[in-house]
């Protein structure tokens, strides 16, 4: 019966991104149609970001571990709200008048630089598909835990990747807003089941937090082992600069499809109260300590508490919320991805052949997460993994979006790569950082690498520009218009 | 007065949330077990960040709207209506 359920809401999730809305043609009006979405469209695309399969089982673990250390992600969300502020409507007015439709377009034309936007094409692609792979498992977890069934998660993972990519096919953007619409409603549901749950079945919050201090007062200061100040400070500035500079390549149709700056501009502004919503998942954490075993994997403290303290139906709400904040960011990663490999990577000139490759690549990145999702994946470690690598991004977006660009693409693209790389040689050198977040250390190679080329170019050409002059903002206004509408 | 949205007045007032959230560890409340009104004193913290960040965000956006940004915004849907005009234009002539 729960299986049942489940299957109907993710069937009916996938069914809203294709409903009534009529095929995309071309991959622009695919991706940011006319560049018009307006304020409460754009507001939950962009708020897509803070409710995802980690708010749902990731964050509950950590709060289950490292008590109050949780509320780094509420820290990170409203950083990155506050960034946001200031950059994506400068980011939106470029890509509006110079025809973007990926990150990588806004680099390879800010600083005249194919090898740049190629580099951020790849780069982008290989860390998002972690990221997507990170969201079916995180579903078919959720599944599982909810049914204690192997076979019903496989089958709900199956179901959902067929659906994403159908929806993400059929409707590009408009479709994943439909579908973002419903998941945020659903997914704020779920989460006050859950802590209405917790409330009836464990005691009210000042009644658990007393509880669990007479545990260990530990878990209400920042400080328990693998949660302490420094993973506070280092995960929140990466986190915080990374989502904040927009460099997830997933986020940039939403901010190139918005209407105006104004709107993106007054969406983020309110945006950090949706973060509030997270303490729930927190909360839920710190009540299992009260009624889990301390052996329980973090994913699974969530839906653990849920399962003491709610009956079947309630269960089958939270299970779909959690289903539809995988679904989501998995159409819009799928969509990034397919972007930067057909757009930027192969370059394919055709628009025809072009729109097929970009479904077709759909469809293999999603197929790919399916595949392995089946490998469990501690979800915190991925997410990380995933941040640090993007983050590498953050100085070339500085960069890029001032009004005059002042470095040249070969610096800018050997600085990610060495923060990339580095990046790479920590997480999977298994190298100790003191719990420094792996992102913050390699953004000082970046740094250095960038400053040293860009040195070195400075000297073999003296007073040659950075960028080509067709780069200068100045001939976009005057020159570009209609070329940009073709492009 | 600064039609430039990142202005150093600006982003002075949005740093004031950003830094409080970045430092919570080190505070004595958080540093040490502490509860106000039955709740952890980081929670509260934490709420309070947040608030404020909209708070300091709604000050930046009606001062850049006073200080010229309305105009600009208006350029800017004046300038994207153009642009949609010219690519309904462009579709139209395909077909």
Known sequence: MLTTLIILGIVFIGVLGVWTRKRQTSLSGWTVGKRDLPRWTTWFLQAGEALTTFSFLGLAGIAFGGGVAALFAIGYLTISCVLQYFI???????????????????FKDRFGS???????????????????????????????????SGQASSYSMIVASVLVVVFVIWAGIRGLARVAIFKDFIMVTALVVVLAGVIAGVGGIPEVVEKVNAISSDYFTVSRKGFDTTFWITSVIVT???AGFNTFPHLWPPVLAAKSGAVLRRNVSWLAIYQLALIIPIFAGLAGILILDPKTKGNSVLLGVAQETLPEPLIAVIAIGGA???????????MGISLLVSHNVLSIKNPKLRFRINHLVVAVAVGLALVFGLAKSDIAALLLLTYGGLTQMAPAVAFAIARKVRVGGIPVTLGILAGTLTVAIITFGGIKTGGIDSGLIALLPNLIVLFAAEAVRRMLRPGQPPVPPEADEEFDVELRPREAVKA | MSTT??????LAIAAVPVLGIVFTPLLPFVHTPTFWLGL??????????????VVALQIVERSYLREGGAELDRLEGERDAIRRAQQDATAGEGH
Not at chain 1, 90 to 103: D, E, I, K, P, V
Not at chain 1, 122 to 144: K, S
Not at chain 1, 324 to 334: D, K, L, N
Not at chain 2, 40 to 53: K, Y
């Open chain 1, 114 to 148: 194919p090898t740049l936007g190629k580099t951020v094409a790849v780069v982008g692609a290989i860390f998002l598909i972690p990221y997507l792979q990170l969201q079916i498992t995180g579903l078919g977890l959720i599944v599982q835990l909810a049914t204690g």
């Open chain 2, 40 to 53: 952890p004193a980081a929670v509260v913290w934490m709420t309070a960040m947040v608030i404020l960040t």
């Open chain 2, 5 to 10: 949205l990142a202005s150093p007045k600006r």
């Open chain 1, 88 to 106: 994506t409507p400068r980011q939106r007015a470029l890509g509006a008048n110079r025809g973007y439709l990926t990150m990588a377009d806004f």
């Open chain 1, 324 to 334: 539809a904040a995988a679904m989501v960011p998995a159409g819009a990663i799928a």
């Open chain 1, 240 to 242: 915080g600069l990374g």
